[in-house]
Every structure is written in structure tokens, then in C-alpha cells.
């Protein structure tokens, strides 16, 4: 075992942990932040397997901009911890039983002929560039997977803004053709203001 | 790489793509009681669709980007079929969503893309872009299910549909990468070659395929896989409903048949197996449940189950017969549901949903137009010759008899019998009881004409379904088997 697989296994412990962290905490905020945590970690098994942008990308996409959001979309709401947990213990059994069972199955059909000597990550030289092969398949050989992904992000849009909007009578909207069509005299209106005698409060110093 | 080239196949999507983006910002300056106006372009963006799919076909299999994209016969009769059910959920629809104040350019503009996603599933050849045009579908389709906000069961049956359709996905996807990484490839003529050729880890090509086919019992909703079906059918709007059952289940068949046929054609045995157990278990389950059922969207829910698992016992049959027997069945069973949802929504009214038993007593002496259409669908649907289900459930039956399961042929036959108990019942109820209410039936002459067309067709394709028939066979053979 040389010295990458150790930091391998650091990393994939991490991430089994901070796995099992955010389906286990108490806390909506502390799962968030374990998730962070996952992310974290697997940006560092990409980063071993010479993924650099990949790894960038998740940490800077999903915890600096997605998480960040999705903890302040948990703090804001008030969710009842109490009623979430109602009937877990009932069910616990019943639910680790079958996730026994399959974590069972799993490594019986996989875990004892799964060699790793059949399996390698590809390694390239110091000049080759991750990000720029990323960019060239990208636009080339997977260019209708890519539109089609520029689509569904399209989809997300508007489904989002068919769910939310809502117009509701009384509302203070802003008209835009109005606020073009201002006039100077619509803002100001110049009050002459006659002054008073044995008020001058103003001169007074 | 030639460019020209590589749109010509694609034309359909491309067509159908830039004329959503067209409607969706054309809908934005119309005024809310203009959207007649955008449903005629959705109906013109449909028939442009059509001429541009049987323009662009080609003798032969067409590849396209990179060999992202297959054009082939089977395609372009499935995507045909989709834009014809699109429309007629569509022109059923109309009146019944306007009164609900559901006919809005975000419906339409979540349709077309819902039907964009059915296309480049039905014309995949590489798992990343079936699995792209699986979302694309179940994201328009949970949106559009949400959309009736007001509505506290529209809204759970969303979030039922999009939690366990998220999960679908991800078995899905479990399954593809184990596939990737036993055979190095996500392109299905290839993964077919590496497994042909022999893999060194052929339990891990297995473990990935247990997981698929989850995935694909998922989508398909057959048992034990189903339980977000009678939810999501009871919760949605018909018209959503009616979508949902209708066109996206040829993409699920064309999905189906791409992946287990198209890519994991020599694993056959394995997974053959597994959807004998999936079948039986929805014909079952399917059919007893349905007996229960009082409201007719939960009723059709099971009974679609129940069809699902007669659909995959034609993938069971296997060669020309069995493939395509399940695209005919498959087939007919589109034009089946879109009837059934279709006479709902016409006998609803603004407040009043017909969606019960009760709902549909004494049709006949409230019209026995309407009610003689209705006899013909269900008809249909429990296989009762002449009509074209008993055809469709018969070729099944036939292939799966030749290949030897002819245990398996018996039990379907007994479900269909048991089937056919809560089909018949809506018959009896129509002809021999009393009609609950007397409001009268207000038919526009697009619908009426519609339900006509689709209520005889069930008469017509019965009697002579042989063109359609040899169709679904020729674009199978071409498509899945001369590879």
C-alpha cells in the first residue's frame, strides 16, 4: 500500500462518515454542513484521480453556492424535529434489517472476486490538462448530451417559475414604462416656501 | 465531422426545441384570454414535427453525434405515435383545463418539453443520453403535475411522483456506471460487443443489471416497483394524468427495449428471469386491486400496472414476435388510455370531477353515443374481440407460447379474466342503471369528433390489425435485431 492509496482510504473514510453524519444528525443545519463535509472529501478522491477541474467545480459550485443556499433555505424554515422523528424507532428495525440485508448481498456478489489489480486509474503526465480534454470532449463528441443538459437546466427554469409566481391583487410592482417615461417635474415639485420673520434659526450661528 | 449531416437525423428535435423557446416567449405577450393562440402553435409545432419525422426518414439505421443519436424505423414510428397522443391530450384537454384555469403557456411550453424528452429517449443510443431524456421528461411531468397549486392531493402526488422518481434515477444510474466500469463503454452497441465477447467480471455486468432493471420497473411502474402509479394518477389533474399515461409509455417501451435488447441483448437469460417475476406480480396485483377501486383514475392506475406486466411479457417472448408484440401492445395501449381519460374529462364540468363509478351510471340514456364509445374502450381494454385489445393481448401471448412459457400464457390469461371483471362492470353500470344526474353532456365538436375517431379506432385496428401489426414488426427487426 504506498502512500496514494492511504490518503484514498483517508478520504473515502471521511466521506462514508460524513455520509452517515448527515442522515444521523439531530439537526437539519449540522446534516448541511456534514454534506459539506462529504463534497469536501470527495473533491479529494477526485483530485487523486487527476479530475482537478471536477474537484474545483464541486467544491466551488455545490458548497460554495448550493449549500450555502440550501443552509440558509434550513434556517429559515421552522421545522418540527419532533414530529420528523415520530416513528422512527418503530420502523428502525424493519429498515436496518433490509439495508443489513443488502449491504449483505452487495459484498457477497462483489467483494471477494472484485480484484483491484484488474482496475487502474489512468494517470497522464504533468502536462496534460484536465480541464482543457474536459473542454474538448465537451464541445466535440458530447455536444447533444451538453444541449440537452442546457435544456433541462431550461425546464428547471420554468417549472420553477410556473410553481412560485404568483399575482396577487395589491401588490407594489414597479411599471417600467412609467418609471422610462418620468418627467423631472413628476419628482420634484419646488414648494416656495415664504420665511417667516424671528425665525431665523438658519442664520443664527 | 459533418455537420449538416449530423442535424438531418435530428431535425424533429431541433424543429421541436427552437419552437418551444418560440411559443414560450410569444405565450408572454399574449393576454390571458388569447392562449387560443398558443395552442395553435403548439398543434402547428406538432404536425411540423410529424412532416420533419417522416421527411428526415431514411432506409436503414442513421447514427448522428458521435453515435449519441439513432434514427431508425422503430424511432419514427414511436416518435409519431407521441406526437398523435401529445395532440389528442391536448385537444381533450382544453376545455377542461380552461374552466380550472390550468391552460396556461407553462402547461403547453412543459408538454412540448415533456414530449422533447420522450424524442431523445426513444432515439438513444448511449446511456447518457437516454438517462438525459428520462429527466427531461419526469421533470416537465413533475412540474406539471405540481401545477394545480391550490390543490393539497396535486400537490402530494408531485412530491410522491418526484421523490421516488429522484430514487428511480438514481438506480438507474447505479446500474449504468457498473455497467461502465465491467465493460468501459456507454454506448449500447459496444457494451453489447464487450459482453459478447466476454468480460473478466461478469457479477459485477450482473449486479449493474439487477440495478437497471429496478430502474426500469420504476418508470414503468410494474410491481413491486408501482406504488407511487395510483397516487400520482388520483392526485394530478386528468389532463396530467392523461399525459402521463399516455406517450411516455412508448419512450419507457423504446427505453426498455434499448437497454435490455439494443445493449444487454447477451445477458438475456438474466434478465428474462427477472421480468417474469415482475410481470406476474403486476398482472396480479394490477388486476386484483383494480376490483376495489371506486374512483376511476385510481382504477385505470391499477389497471395500467396490470398492462405493464402484459408489456413485458412480450419482452419475455423475445425475437420478432415477442419485440413486436410489445410495441403493438404498447401501442394500443396509449390509444386505450387517452379514450378512458379522455371521456372523464368530458363528462367533468368546471367544479365537478367525473371520476367515480357512480359518475358514469346511466350514461347510456344520457348519451348513448358517448356510452357506446366508452363500451368499446373498456372493451377493449379487458381484450374482448372484436376490438383491437384482444388482438394486442392475443400476440403477446402467441410469442410467449412459441418460446415455450406456456405456463406463463395460462396465468396471463387468468388475470386478464379476472381483468376483465372491473372492465365490464363500468359497461353494466352505464347500460343497466340509473343515472345519478341528469346535468346535461356539452360536447364541443373537436372533442366529440375526437372521441369518435378514438372510440372506433378500437373497432377499425381490431379488425384489421394487421398493417399495424407488420409495422411494429418491420421497425423491430430493423431496429433491435439486425445489429
Known amino acids: ?205 | 465531422m459533418n455537420l449538416m449531416a449530423d442535424l438531418i437525423p435530428a431535425g424533429a428535435e431541433i424543429f421541436l426545441l427552437v419552437m418551444v423557446c418560440v411559443i414560450l416567449i410569444v405565450d408572454l405577450m399574449l393576454a390571458e384570454s388569447s392562449k387560443i393562440y398558443t395552442y395553435s402553435l403548439v398543434m402547428l409545432t406538432l404536425l411540423g414535427c410529424s412532416l420533419i419525422t417522416v421527411g428526415t426518414h431514411t432506409q436503414g439505421v442513421a447514427y448522428a453525434f458521435h453515435n449519441m443519436f439513432v434514427d431508425d424505423l422503430m424511432s419514427d414510428v414511436l416518435k409519431l405515435f407521441s406526437y398523435i397522443a401529445v395532440g389528442t391530450m391536448l385537444v381533450y384537454s382544453r376545455s377542461y383545463l380552461t374552466v380550472r384555469g390550468l391552460f396556461t403557456g407553462e402547461f403547453m411550453v412543459l408538454t412540448l418539453f415533456a414530449l422533447l424528452g420522450m424524442n431523445v429517449m426513444i432515439s438513444a443510443n448511449n446511456f447518457v443520453t437516454l438517462y438525459l431524456g428520462l429527466e427531461l421528461l419526469s421533470l416537465s411531468l413533475y412540474a406539471m403535475v405540481a401545477l394545480q397549486r391550490d390543490s393539497a392531493v396535486a400537490t402530494e402526488a408531485a412530491m410522491k411522483y418526484f421523490i421516488l422518481g429522484a430514487l428511480a434515477s438514481g438506480l438507474l444510474l447505479y446500474g449504468m456506471s457498473m455497467l461502465y466500469g465491467a465493460t468501459g463503454s456507454l454506448e449500447l452497441g459496444v457494451i453489447s460487443d464487450a459482453i459478447k465477447h466476454g468480460v473478466p467480471n461478469k457479477s459485477l455486468l450482473v449486479f449493474g443489471l439487477v440495478f437497471i432493471v429496478s430502474g426500469l420497473a420504476f418508470k414503468l411502474g410494474v410491481v413491486p416497483f408501482h406504488m407511487w402509479v395510483p397516487d400520482v394518477y388520483h392526485g394530478a389533474p386528468t389532463a396530467m394524468t392523461m399525459l402521463i399515461g399516455s406517450a411516455p409509455k412508448l419512450a419507457a417501451f423504446a427505453f426498455t427495449a434499448r437497454i435490455l435488447v439494443e445493449g444487454l441483448q447477451p445477458l438475456v437469460n438474466d434478465w428474462s428471469g427477472m421480468l417474469i417475476i415482475l410481470a406476474i406480480a403486476s398482472m396480479a396485483l394490477g388486476n386484483l386491486s383494480a376490483i376495489a377501486q371506486t374512483n376511476l383514475k385510481r382504477m385505470f392506475a391499477y389497471s395500467t400496472i396490470s398492462h405493464m406486466g402484459f408489456l413485458l411479457l412480450g419482452f419475455i417472448g423475445g425475437g420478432v414476435e415477442g419485440y413486436g408484440s410489445a410495441m403493438f401492445y404498447a401501442v394500443i395501449y396509449v390509444l386505450m388510455t387517452l379514450g378512458g381519460f379522455g371521456m372523464i374529462m368530458l363528462l367533468s364540468r368546471a367544479g365537478f370531477e367525473a371520476d367515480t363509478l357512480n359518475d358514469f351510471k346511466g350514461l347510456n340514456q344520457r348519451s348513448p353515443w358517448l356510452a357506446f364509445m366508452m363500451l368499446l374502450l373498456m372493451f377493449s381494454m379487458a381484450g374482448i374481440p372484436p376490438t383491437v385489445g384482444f388482438y394486442a393481448k392475443f400476440s403477446v401471448l402467441n410469442a410467449i407460447v412459441q418460446t415455450g412459457h406456456t405456463w406463463l400464457a395460462v396465468l396471463a390469461v387468468l388475470f386478464s379474466l379476472i381483468g376483465a371483471f372491473y372492465y365490464l362492470r363500468i359497461v353494466k353500470l352505464m347500460y343497466f342503471d340509473v343515472p345519478q344526474s341528469h346535468e346535461p353532456i356539452n360536447l364541443a365538436p373537436d372533442t366529440g369528433l375526437l372521441i369518435s375517431v378514438n372510440g372506433l379506432s378500437m373497432l377499425l385496428l381490431g379488425t384489421m390489425p394487421g398493417m399495424l401489426m407488420s409495422v411494429c414488426a418491420v421497425s423491430v427487426q430493423q431496429s433491435l435485431l439486425l445489429h
Open chain 1, 1 to 205: 500500500m504506498n502512500f496514494l492509496d492511504i490518503v484514498f482510504y483517508v478520504f473515502a473514510a471521511i466521506t462514508v462518515f460524513a455520509a452517515m453524519g448527515v442522515i444521523t444528525s439531530r439537526n437539519p443545519v449540522n446534516a448541511a454542513l456534514f454534506l459539506v463535509l462529504a463534497f469536501c472529501s470527495s473533491a479529494g478522491i477526485w483530485m487523486l484521480l487527476e479530475a482537478e477541474f471536477l474537484a474545483i467545480v464541486l467544491v466551488l459550485v455545490y458548497v460554495g453556492a448550493v449549500m450555502v443556499l440550501f443552509l440558509f433555505v434550513v434556517m429559515m424554515l421552522d421545522i418540527n424535529l419532533v414530529r420528523l422523528r415520530e416513528g422512527f424507532w418503530r420502523w428502525f428495525p424493519f429498515g436496518a434489517g433490509i439495508a443489513g440485508l443488502m449491504v449483505f448481498e452487495m459484498i457477497y456478489v462483489l467483494g471477494a472476486r472484485q480484484t483491484s489489480d484488474t482496475v487502474h486509474a489512468v494517470t497522464h503526465g504533468a502536462d496534460y490538462s484536465n480541464t482543457k480534454e474536459l473542454g474538448r470532449l465537451l464541445y466535440t463528441d458530447y455536444v447533444y448530451p451538453f444541449e440537452l443538459a442546457a435544456v433541462l437546466l431550461l425546464v428547471a427554469m420554468v417549472a420553477a417559475i410556473a410553481l412560485t409566481l404568483r399575482r396577487r391583487a395589491g401588490l407594489k410592482t414597479q411599471s417600467i414604462s412609467e418609471q422610462v417615461q418620468v418627467q423631472a417635474a413628476d419628482r420634484v415639485r419646488i414648494v416656495k416656501q415664504m420665511s417667516a420673520e424671528g425665525t431665523d434659526s438658519a442664520t443664527r450661528k
